[in-house]
Structure formats: structure tokens, C-alpha cells
């Protein structure tokens, strides 16, 4: 039988195996269970809110804990430990039984643990992160957890049952969502460690995930405009000359990226003085112009690099069986270990000197999944312990990093564009994009789900390259038509940022004639004929009057944690075809946006949901709610439509 104490608002299970503690953090309940007491709880992501309202009844045989509208009920007999979660109406959302916990040693403290939950048949999920599969309602399906180019793994989901479940595990494994089942798996663990919320409503359980564990900060109005980047800027003189010709055309640009290989060798974390001869008086020079600017940062370090051996002899590098070597994407690399506090240390110093006191003070953190030449984790070890154990959490640690560096150098607007994330990322100024995707329509409309999905996650600030990432044969025709539709469509996320390699690559030369890393076409919005460039300046005007609604959704974003791109539901929950509606969204709370994905359409459908008149943005026209209305969207039109009308003059330059 198993033994249950109280100890102060935490509730106490010993069984034969396990210890299990139940706390409450915000308004849901966290049930943590160990096979050693010793085992610390040093990567939690979860924090407490100060408004915790627990009520605990023990007895002999059995314990309960209320939060708010969550209960967990732990009821034990000679056959185990059974857990029931029900909400405020006393409705069973999930239940497991601990007996049944498939633990596997490995060695030490470490298992592979399967944890299976009873779960409601007739349930919708979403969330989890940023993936490509386009799935929109996640039931019966397969969800890999781990990072990597293009997926970001957050495993947090929620349910059109009124409950959130967050599984508080940074470990590689797979979440598996059955008709009438919930089951999860790590691959090395030292526990069962989750947190549960029931909520009224979608938006409801967002904020209650937010609340513990972390809000945005504040995004600087500097950034919620136009962003110029491209593969790659790789001298100073042609940054600047892109900047002033911008200046010249009175095209408001907001920030110019600098992409990698401004550097001679990577992991040197500092500029090729060959190419970029004057840091400070780039940036200067931009600053004066009105643009920001943003370096590239990655976590590697290639055997040739001067940081190489320092970095080997002082162990500030992730250890591997055999040899150092992580990754031959561009030389032979390793990859830093920002688990490592020294490590932390010695790479702020380099980038403190070679890049923040030359005025750069946004970075752009690539590659912090981070990319392996190897497929198997279990080869890799970080001072947190096997890669395979804490793999999901690497991305999280490169973006503390900067920002916990940043702050105490006295920066208060901390932007950092990031390649991946993990639960909690968010409260680091971590503005997450979609990873190095294909050009196509396909692939836009993907972009389109995996940004519902990553902001019920808990991530605001999402962004994806305008145009896609690889490769496209940039003067066709479905090239200007793909770009010109996903140009609409950034105007409309969080961040509007044009990036992309444009074939055919082209190998530039230093003075002496050495050869330097490939690069793309050149990808401004006048590199693709005068109709494309006078469509993208007319949505970079749109975007830029927009500004002070956009400015209200990051305050909304850093006070309450809701997301900035939304689905259809979580504004409109008792319309139920919202819940079923993937290729629209909500910008806010009074904007719906229905980009076109489809090569060369003019039309398509739109869905208005219930509760609200609507007002269309190309031509004015007011739909009542609960209708779906075929619009026409000529190139240079993107459906907009305004929630009883509000904000109107600010889009209506859509339909002029």
C-alpha cells in the first residue's frame, strides 16, 4: 500500500518505486515522480505565480489536490496508484495508473520511460511546437519530440475538452495521440514529470501555461517592421550600399541582417576585417539612417578556428565517443556546450568584444538545435547531463545566454532570431522562424498551421523568410507570384523579414583571390522587376501603418501571453467550425487574415466566424458572421477582413 503525507501545500506519495510530489504552479498541478530522492530538479523551466490556490484532503487510501478549476485524485490500492484529473465540474479529462509506467533502466539514475493516459475520444488537440506536417488537429497522430532544422518540439497541447497538458521533460521521445489515449516517451529520464491546467477556454489555458512558464518582454517598436536579410551579405560595402539605396527610395527599413561567414572561419565569433573593415561605423552609419543592425551567431566551432583548441583544453565543448567532431556541414565542427556556465562566459566575452561594443546588440542564434552529422544522440554529453536526456532543452540555453548577457550590460529590449526553441524560450526575447524551408505554395501553407500551433505553445514572436528559404529560380514568373503572396503574408506576422538563398549561387572573391563560402542572388524587393517591387513597398506602407495595432498585440503578448498569430477558435471558441480551420488565422484579436496559397489564384474561400460583423479590407464590403464568401484577391490583394470594422483605414490601402 502506499504511503501519502502533507507537507505544507505539497502532497506526498511514496510508492514501491516511485516518490511523487503534487504541487500547484499558477492554476494547474504538476505531478513529479522520481526513483531517487537525490535527483535534483536543476532544468525546470516551471515556475510558481504567487496566486496558487491549493486545497489537499488526504486519507488513508487516497489524496486530492484542487487548484482552482484543476483536481487530481491519486487513489491507491494493493494493486498501485491510479491518477484522475477532472475540472471544475468534476468531469474526468485524463487518467493513468502508475503501476503501469513502462520504466527501463538504463544505468545511474537514468530510464526510458513510457507514461500512457486514458484521454476522451471526442477531443481535438493543437499545440506542440512548430512542425512541417501541416496536421492542424493533432488526434491520432505521432508527434517526434526533438530539435532540429525546421521543427521545434514544445510539448505543450491543449484540448477542446477545456484542459492543457505540458510534459515537463527535455528529453528525445515521441508523444502519440490515439483515439482514446495519451502516450508519452523518453528515451532517457530520470522522471515522470508533467503539469496539467483546466481551463474554460482555449485562451484561458494559453495564459495559464504563459503564466508558469514565462511572457515575452518587450519587443522594441524598431522591430515590428520591415526586415531586410538575405544568403548573404558578405562585405561591408555592399550592406551599406543596400541600406542607402533603401534610404534613397524612402522605404522605411527597420533592420539589416548580417547572415554567417562574415567571420573567417566559423566559431571565431568575430568579423573578417578583410570584408568588414569598419563594425562600428557600419552600424553607426545605419543607425543614422534609422535601421538596426543584427549579426549572425552560431554554436560551433570548426577545427580551424582560433577558438578551437582553447575551447577543447578548457572542456567548453559538448563531448562525443570517439572524437570531438558534431557536425560537417561547412568543415568539421563541435558544437559549444551552453549547459556550461564557463562556457556561457567565454563565448559573451568574445561576442561582448567583437561585436556588442562595436554597437551590435541583436544577434541572430542559428543553428541551436543543434544540427549532428551524427544520427545518434546518445553518442553526445553536455555538463546537464546525455545529450539524449537534454537534448530538447540546448536551444533554450543558447538563448538564455544572450539574454542574461544582454541584460547585464544594461539592454533592456532584447531581440533574439532564433532557429528553435523549447518551453519557455519566449520569456528570453526568442523570436523563433521557421527554419531553411522550400519555396514553394506547399510549403506556405504549412507556415501557415505551424504558426497557430508554436503560439498556443507559448511563442509569440514567430516569423518565417518571406519567399522560403531554398532555392528558386528567382526572375520566373512562379517565383514573383510565390514571393508576392508570402510578402502579403509576413506583413501579417508578428515580424516581416525577406530572407532566402536565390539560385544560382555565386562564389564571391577577396581582393587577393581567395575563394569565400558561397551566396545567394541578391533578394531586396527590387531585385524581382518593377511590379513586385511596387506590390512589396505598398505592403511595407501597410505594414508600417498597421505599427500601432501590432504594438497593442506584443503588449497583449507581454502582459497575458496570448499569441500574436491565432487560430480562428481561440478568439471564436463557441463557433465550432473554427476549430476546424487551418488556412486563416487571426492577427489579434480584429484582424483575419486568408493569405492565397495557391500558384497564381485570384480567389479564394474565406470563412467568417460567428459573433462579429465583418468588414473586407480590398473592397469595404461588411459579411455577417457564420458565412463562408468566396473573395477576389488580385496579386497585390491579400483577404483581410475587420472584426465589426475596427482598424479599417489602417488595411484599406489592400483594395486601392
Known amino acids: 500500500m502506499n504511503s501519502f503525507s502533507k507537507q505544507g501545500n505539497t502532497i506526498r506519495v511514496e510508492t514501491e518505486k516511485l516518490y511523487i510530489n503534487v504541487e500547484a504552479y499558477g492554476s494547474g498541478i504538476r ?6 530522492k537525490s535527483v535534483g530538479d536543476n532544468l525546470s523551466v516551471l515556475s510558481k505565480t504567487g496566486d496558487e490556490q491549493p486545497s489537499t484532503v488526504i486519507k488513508d487510501t487516497s489524496a486530492v489536490m484542487t487548484n482552482k478549476n484543476t483536481k487530481i485524485e491519486l487513489n491507491s490500492s494493493d494493486a498501485g496508484l491510479v491518477i484522475t484529473i477532472y475540472n471544475e465540474k468534476n468531469e474526468k479529462l485524463l487518467k493513468a495508473d502508475i503501476s503501469d509506467l513502462d520504466f527501463k533502466h538504463i544505468e545511474n539514475n537514468d530510464y526510458k520511460l513510457k507514461a500512457v493516459f486514458q484521454a476522451p475520444e471526442n477531443e481535438k488537440l493543437f499545440g506542440m511546437g512548430q512542425y512541417q506536417n501541416g496536421k492542424f488537429d493533432l488526434k491520432n497522430s505521432a508527434i517526434p519530440l526533438y530539435q532540429e532544422n525546421k521543427q521545434v518540439s514544445i510539448p505543450y497541447v491543449i484540448s477542446s475538452k477545456g484542459y492543457g497538458f505540458f510534459w515537463h521533460n527535455p528529453s528525445i521521445g515521441k508523444a502519440e495521440f490515439t483515439n482514446d489515449k495519451m502516450i508519452w516517451t523518453a528515451e532517457c529520464t530520470e522522471k515522470l514529470d508533467f503539469w496539467i491546467v483546466a481551463e474554460n477556454t482555449p485562451k484561458d489555458l494559453v495564459r495559464a501555461y504563459t503564466n508558469v512558464t514565462g511572457k515575452a518582454p518587450v519587443m522594441p517598436e524598431y522591430a515590428m517592421g520591415f526586415w531586410q536579410s538575405r544568403l548573404r551579405y558578405w562585405n561591408q560595402e555592399q550592406l551599406l550600399e543596400v541600406a542607402n539605396k533603401y534610404k534613397e527610395k524612402q522605404i522605411p ?4 541582417v548580417c547572415d554567417f561567414y562574415h567571420y573567417p572561419t566559423l566559431g571565431d565569433m568575430k568579423f573578417d576585417y578583410d570584408l568588414f573593415p569598419d563594425p562600428k561605423g557600419m552600424v553607426d552609419e545605419l543607425k ?11 554554436p560551433h566551432t570548426e577545427i580551424k578556428s582560433d577558438t578551437y583548441l582553447e575551447m577543447k583544453e578548457r572542456n567548453l565543448l559538448a563531448e562525443t565517443d570517439g572524437d570531438l567532431f558534431q557536425c560537417e556541414l561547412f568543415g568539421t565542427t563541435a558544437f559549444f556546450d551552453m549547459s556550461n556556465p564557463e562556457t556561457v562566459e567565454y563565448v559573451w566575452e568574445k561576442c561582448k568584444k567583437n ?14 538545435e543543434p544540427t549532428l552529422s551524427r544520427k545518434s544522440p546518445e553518442c553526445h554529453k553536455l555538463k546537464a547531463g546525455k545529450y539524449q536526456k537534454v537534448a530538447n532543452i540546448y536551444p533554450l540555453l543558447c538563448e538564455k545566454a544572450f539574454y542574461d548577457s544582454l541584460i547585464k550590460e544594461g539592454e533592456t529590449e532584447i531581440v533574439s532570431l532564433s532557429r528553435c526553441a523549447w518551453a519557455g524560450s519566449q520569456k528570453y526575447g526568442s523570436l523563433v522562424w521557421s527554419g531553411d524551408i522550400d519555396s514553394n505554395f506547399d510549403v506556405l501553407a504549412k507556415q501557415i498551421v505551424a504558426g497557430q500551433q508554436i503560439g498556443i505553445a507559448g511563442v509569440s514572436w514567430w516569423n518565417t523568410d518571406i519567399g522560403g528559404f531554398f532555392k528558386s529560380n528567382s526572375n520566373s514568373p512562379e517565383f514573383e507570384d510565390l514571393l508576392i503572396r508570402w510578402f502579403e503574408y509576413g506583413t501579417f506576422c508578428p515580424v516581416m523579414r525577406l530572407h532566402g538563398d536565390r539560385a544560382e549561387d555565386y562564389i564571391p572573391e577577396k581582393a587577393d583571390g581567395t575563394k569565400l563560402l558561397f551566396t545567394g542572388q541578391p533578394n531586396e524587393i527590387w531585385s524581382y522587376g518593377k511590379r513586385a517591387e511596387e506590390i512589396m513597398t505598398k505592403y511595407i506602407k501597410i505594414r508600417n501603418s498597421v505599427k500601432p495595432y501590432t504594438k497593442q498585440l506584443f503588449e497583449q503578448a507581454q502582459y497575458y501571453g496570448d499569441p500574436i498569430i491565432r487560430t480562428l477558435f481561440y478568439e471564436f471558441p463557441e463557433d465550432e467550425n473554427c476549430w476546424n480551420i487551418s488556412d486563416e488565422y487571426m492577427y489579434g484579436e480584429d484582424m483575419l487574415v486568408a493569405p492565397v496559397t495557391e500558384q497564381f489564384s485570384t480567389e479564394r474561400e474565406v470563412y467568417l466566424p460567428k459573433g462579429a460583423e465583418w468588414q473586407s479590407a480590398i473592397n469595404g464590403e461588411i459579411y455577417n458572421g457564420g458565412e463562408t464568401v468566396k473573395v477576389s484577391a488580385k496579386l497585390d490583394q491579400i483577404p483581410v477582413f475587420l472584426r465589426n470594422g475596427k482598424y479599417f483605414n489602417m488595411v484599406k490601402q489592400i483594395g486601392e
Not at 31 to 36: D, L
Not at 253 to 256: E, Q, R, S, V
Not at 288 to 294: A, D, I, P
Open 31 to 36: 505531478f513529479y515522480a522520481v526513483f531517487n
Open 253 to 256: 527599413l527597420d533592420i539589416i
Open 288 to 298: 543614422s539612417m534609422g535601421t538596426e543592425f543584427m549579426i549572425s551567431f552560431w
Open 355 to 368: 561585436y556588442y561594443d562595436n554597437g551590435i546588440h541583436l544577434f541572430w542564434l542559428d543553428e541551436i
